[in-house]
């Protein structure tokens, strides 16, 4: 969960500079200046060193406590005990826990999620993305956004979770909601109202669905989530609605700007372009490109497991730290003129998934849905033009993403059919 914003004097270096919409439109000289001048950096702003070298994001993923969501009692005491309900369900998500808690829950939560459950979503993908393709008008000016980013991530976690697909508008309205809390440092008060009103909503809907599918079970999320058993271990409702909730927003926001960054990339860098439309044996590692260029989920937290030394600095036991993996991601020590998108790079172990005991339950997805969505996009409309407006980056520091991009995409008469019209031919 953020922390408050104190006041103090030199700024410069502080990840509150992402406030400034110029400067969040390209993180990426901040992130070079702290990772220069100071990489384990005390950031008065947030009262947490902030982290940027490749190698020490890697070291406070693998090292640290993820046990960063405060408990009732320490919200209480600073005067916000209106976040109490908030943090009662991060605390028992995957995300804010640690061994032997987290390793309880997350092998839980894997029955559910195989890789074989993950293959069976390929074909269902295709169809969901070639239906949304068939609105778009040929030669027409679209939102990429609206269009396909938002929905294909909505309508797939929909199905994932086992959940009537016709609730995918609404699930996303909430899964933004509680994004924002996962994004932010600052607690605005009318957010918080908000966040706390679809939270309420959130947890009603879980528990409707729960009861409908022990009655009738079907497949998915809810269901597995449910009945996952080991040795004689099972999760308790309130953990069931809370993993619901952290995998529901985990994989539409990220999703979502997984797509469009990886498009803006391409339009910004017209010869990746070129070469993607060319060669679509390219889309996997393009992918990856997108991911480590234009991280989705630039930053999280942990907490100090005991007091020690990092690039020079002591840390103490259960100080803040904030991982930039978007800044490790850019580190000219572990990749070669990584300002640069270049998406044959082979050596590319990026952290936009994190890394260790919490990397990202659903990369396999998130992959998935990126290569089919870039595959059927430049098979059906190769040809993209971004519309001279001015782009605006969501207020959200910790999930990157546009609120609109408007584009034009249209069909090339002298390039060959698109997979689905030579099926039919
Ligand atoms: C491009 C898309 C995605 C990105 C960039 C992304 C990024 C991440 C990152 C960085 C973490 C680790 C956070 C940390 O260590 O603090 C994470 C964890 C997680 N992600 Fe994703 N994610 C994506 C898609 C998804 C999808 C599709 C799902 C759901 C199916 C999902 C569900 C989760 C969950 C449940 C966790 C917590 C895992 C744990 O704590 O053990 N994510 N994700």
């Given at each position: 969960?953020?922390?408050?914003?104190?006041?103090?004097?030199?700024?410069?270096?502080?990840?509150?500079q992402?406030?400034?919409?110029?400067?969040?439109?390209?993180?990426?000289?901040?992130?070079?200046?702290?990772?220069?001048?100071?990489?384990?950096?005390?950031?008065?702003?947030?009262?947490?060193?902030?982290?940027?070298?490749?190698?020490?994001?890697?070291?406070?993923?693998?090292?640290?406590?993820?046990?960063?969501?405060?408990?009732?009692q320490?919200?209480?005491?600073?005067?916000?005990?209106?976040?109490?309900?908030?943090?009662q369900?991060?605390?028992?998500?995957?995300?804010?826990?640690?061994?032997?808690a987290?390793?309880?829950?997350?092998?839980?939560?894997?029955?559910?999620?195989?890789?074989?459950?993950?293959?069976?979503?390929?074909?269902?993908?295709?169809?969901?993305?070639?239906?949304?393709?068939?609105?778009?008008?040929?030669?027409?000016?679209?939102?990429?956004?609206?269009?396909?980013?938002?929905?294909?991530?909505?309508?797939?976690?929909?199905?994932?979770?086992?959940?009537?697909?016709?609730?995918?508008?609404?699930?996303k309205?909430?899964?933004?909601?509680?994004?924002e809390?996962?994004?932010?440092?600052?607690?605005?008060?009318?957010?918080v109202?908000r966040?706390?009103?679809?939270?309420?909503?959130?947890?009603?809907?879980?528990?409707?669905?729960?009861?409908?599918?022990?009655?009738?079970?079907?497949?998915?999320?809810?269901?597995?989530?449910?009945?996952?058993?080991?040795?004689?271990?099972?999760?308790?409702?309130?953990?069931?609605?809370?993993?619901?909730?952290?995998?529901?927003?985990?994989?539409?926001?990220?999703?979502?700007?997984?797509?469009?960054?990886?498009?803006?990339?391409?339009?910004?860098?017209?010869?990746?372009?070129?070469?993607?439309?060319?060669?679509?044996?390219?889309?996997?590692?393009?992918?990856?490109?997108?991911l480590?260029?234009?991280?989705?989920?630039?930053?999280?937290s942990r907490?100090?497991?005991?007091?020690?030394?990092m690039?020079?600095?002591?840390?103490?036991?259960?100080?803040?730290?904030i991982a930039?993996?978007?800044?490790?991601?850019?580190?000219?020590?572990?990749?070669?003129?990584?300002?640069?998108?270049?998406i044959?790079?082979?050596?590319?172990?990026?952290?936009?998934?994190?890394?260790?005991?919490?990397?990202?339950?659903?990369?396999?997805?998130?992959?998935?849905?990126?290569?089919?969505?870039?595959?059927?996009?430049?098979?059906?409309?190769?040809?993209?033009?971004?519309?001279?407006?001015?782009?605006?980056?969501?207020?959200?520091?910790?999930?990157?993403?546009?609120?609109?991009?408007?584009?034009?995409?249209?069909?090339?008469?002298?390039?060959?059919?698109?997979?689905?019209?030579?099926?039919?031919?």
């Open positions: 969960m953020p922390s408050i914003i104190t006041t103090s004097s030199d700024n410069s270096l502080s990840l509150c992402l406030l400034d919409p110029e400067i969040l439109a390209d993180p990426y000289p901040l992130f070079h200046r702290l990772r220069r001048e100071d990489p384990v950096h005390w950031d008065p702003y947030l009262h947490s060193w902030i982290v940027t070298r490749y190698a020490d994001v890697v070291r406070v993923l693998h090292d640290f406590s993820a046990q960063t969501a405060p408990s009732p320490e919200l209480t005491a600073k005067g916000l005990s209106e976040l109490n309900p908030i943090a369900i991060m605390l028992k998500q995957m995300l804010f826990l640690d061994p032997p987290h390793t309880r829950v997350r092998s839980l939560a894997a029955q559910a999620f195989t890789p074989q459950r993950v293959e069976v979503l390929r074909t269902h993908i295709r169809e969901v993305v070639n239906v949304l393709l068939d609105t778009i008008d040929p030669n027409g000016k679209i939102d990429l956004m609206k269009a396909l980013a938002e929905p294909l991530p909505c309508i797939v976690n929909a199905e994932m979770l086992g959940v009537p697909v016709e609730d995918y508008r609404q699930l309205l909430w899964s933004q909601d509680f994004g809390m996962l994004g932010n440092y600052q607690h605005a008060t009318d957010r109202r966040v706390l009103k679809s939270l309420g909503e959130m947890t009603s809907y879980f528990q409707a669905a729960m009861r409908e599918q022990r009655l009738h079970p079907r497949g998915g999320l809810v269901s597995s989530l449910m009945n996952a058993r080991i040795e004689g271990e099972s999760l308790t409702e309130e953990e069931v609605i809370a993993n619901l909730i952290v995998t529901m927003v985990g994989g539409q926001e990220t999703t979502t700007n997984l797509i469009a960054n990886g498009v803006l990339s391409l339009l910004r860098n017209p010869e990746q372009l070129a070469m993607l439309r060319a060669d679509f044996s390219l889309i996997p590692p393009a992918v990856e490109e997108f480590r260029y234009e991280s989705p989920s630039q930053h999280t907490l100090a497991p005991d007091d020690m030394e690039g020079g600095k002591r840390i103490r036991k259960g100080q803040a730290v930039v993996m978007a800044a490790g991601n850019r580190d000219p020590e572990r990749f070669a003129d990584p300002d640069r998108l270049d044959t790079r082979s050596d590319n172990r990026h952290l936009a998934f994190g890394w260790a005991a919490h990397f990202c339950f659903g990369a396999a997805l998130a992959r998935m849905e990126a290569q089919v969505m870039f595959q059927s996009l430049l098979e059906r409309f190769p040809v993209w033009t971004l519309e001279p407006e001015p782009l605006k980056w969501r207020g959200n520091l910790g999930l990157r993403g546009l609120t609109v991009l408007p584009i034009r995409v249209e069909k090339c008469n002298s390039c060959r059919p698109a997979a689905h019209e030579r099926s039919t031919q």
